[in-house]
């Protein structure tokens, strides 16, 4: 019976502990937008990607 006593205090440092993280991780601005990335991979600029893989070769001849 004796071990509720040191537990009891434990659960609640460490329910202050993640309530603590909660909020500043809320106020550092990790939730403000969590659909954004995921769009990011779809609107891909596949332009860009075909610029760099041209062949040297045409460039010489214009």
Not at 11 to 21: D, K, M, S, T, Y
């Amino acid at each position: 019976m004796e071990v509720i006593y040191i537990m009891i205090p434990m659960a609640l440092i460490l329910v202050g502990v993640i309530v603590w993280i909660f909020f500043w991780s809320v106020r550092s601005g990790q939730f403000d937008d969590l659909e954004g990335p995921a769009h990011e991979i779809l609107m891909d600029d596949d332009d860009s990607r075909n610029k760099k893989t041209e062949p040297e070769s045409d460039k010489s001849e214009t």
